[in-house]
């Protein structure tokens, strides 16, 4: 069983397993090297927050461009 917060002091997803590991990931550093538009990157930000778990999957799966881009794509409709 996993369990996934976002930290708002430490602009961080804190990860929790039930064998008792504990993984912060930085969202700043995570975010590094994005290529973002206003709107996605409020997207992302809200992903962080309201779905913790989603976004460390897709930062660790290393697919948070792809997301963004598609993210971006729905602008147009």
Not at 8 to 18: F, K, P, Q
Not at 33 to 49: D, R, V
Not at 60 to 71: K, R, T, V
Request: aromatic letters at 10%.
């Amino acid at each position: 069983m996993i369990y996934a917060t976002y930290n708002i002091h430490h602009n961080s997803i804190d990860v929790y397993t039930h064998a008792g590991y504990f993984l912060r990931i930085d969202c700043g550093k995570a975010e590094e090297g994005l290529k973002t538009t206003p709107c996605s990157e409020c997207a992302l930000n809200a992903l962080a927050i309201d779905e913790p778990l989603e976004c460390v999957r897709l930062y660790l799966e290393g697919n948070m461009q792809i997301w963004i881009d598609a993210e971006d794509s729905l602008e147009l409709w």
